[in-house]
């Protein structure tokens, strides 16, 4: 089976969707297998997604990211990067398919309430970056 890091953003966090948004991942056939809520700084959401750094939003993109608290998580399944993908929809809840996380509960290409990892690497690295091996069960 494999695993994925998964975010709950901040204008998830604050609309109180932590549970809407877990339902979504479990009904799917993900497992939550590591969580915590977590106050990211500017200088840590400016290195978690610094393969953005040269975007026009990453400035909106970290101030946001680190406006509140974020719930970070491990999904594991088989698929589980594709499949948490799919549940999330599309970055731009205009484009997200009915039913998925982003089109039910996004509110803007920017405040779109989940994080997944997009590939087996980064999903090592996601989860690395977040959680240490005592955690992770
Ligand atoms: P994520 O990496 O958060 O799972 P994603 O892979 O669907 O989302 P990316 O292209 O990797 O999308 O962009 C990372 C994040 O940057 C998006 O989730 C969104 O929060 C923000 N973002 C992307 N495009 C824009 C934009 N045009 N304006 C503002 N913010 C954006
Ligand atoms: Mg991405």
Redesign the pocket.
């Known amino acids: 089976t494999e695993r994925t890091l998964s975010i709950i953003k901040p204008d998830a966090t604050r609309r109180n969707l932590t549970g809407k948004i877990n339902a979504k991942f479990e009904d799917a056939g993900l497992r939550i297998v590591a969580q915590k809520r977590i106050q990211l700084t500017i200088a840590q959401a400016q290195q978690f ?1 610094a393969v ?1 750094s040269e975007r026009p ?1 990453f400035g ?2 970290t101030e946001f990211m680190a406006s509140a608290p974020v719930v970070v998580q491990v999904l594991e399944g088989e698929g589980a990067i594709a499949k948490n993908r799919e549940v ?1 929809g599309a ?1 731009n809840p205009a484009d997200a398919a009915a039913g998925t996380i982003r089109a039910e509960f996004a509110e803007s ?4 309430s ?3 990892s ?1 590939a087996p690497e980064t999903a090592r690295e996601e989860i690395a970056f977040f959680f240490s091996g005592l955690e992770l069960v």
Do not use: K
């Open positions: 997604y953005h939003f909106e993109l999330m970055t290409v920017g405040e779109n989940v994080h997944g997009d």
